[in-house]
């Protein structure tokens, strides 16, 4: 079970663009990859979801501005996320799930506002 690392969160005006990176301590070949967030007073819903074999599923709200990529020599997934808005706010976290296991990372927390 791999431990997972997110970084690149921070305050962004709304329009602008963040890259999140979730850093596993293993290979993460075998994993499917996922980027979930939690705004205050809501449930953690899944953001963008990538499997071992790259297909991609995004939540709707996000599709065609948010980006899930994984560098598997790096044992890294990435959150490109453009033209944010105010709705993205949350604290946003880095999943690997295996068969019958997860692993989750600490969280970041990603502010849109201006």
């Known amino acids: 079970q791999v431990q997972l690392v997110e970084s690149g969160g921070g305050l962004v005006q709304p329009g602008g663009s963040l890259r999140l990176s979730c850093a596993a301590s293993g290979s993460i070949v075998s994993y499917v990859m996922g980027w979930y967030r939690q705004a205050p007073g809501k449930q953690r819903e899944l953001v963008a979801r990538?499997?071992?074999?790259?297909?991609?599923n995004y939540a709707y709200s996000v599709k065609g501005r948010f980006t899930i990529s994984r560098d598997s020599a790096k044992n890294t997934v990435y959150l490109q996320m453009n033209s944010l808005k105010p709705e993205d706010t949350a604290v946003y976290y880095c999943?690997?799930?295996?068969?019958?296991?997860?692993?989750w990372g600490q969280g970041t927390q990603v502010t849109v506002s201006s």
């Open positions: 999943n690997a799930h295996h068969l019958l296991l997860d692993s």
């Open positions: 990538m499997t071992s074999g790259g297909s991609t």
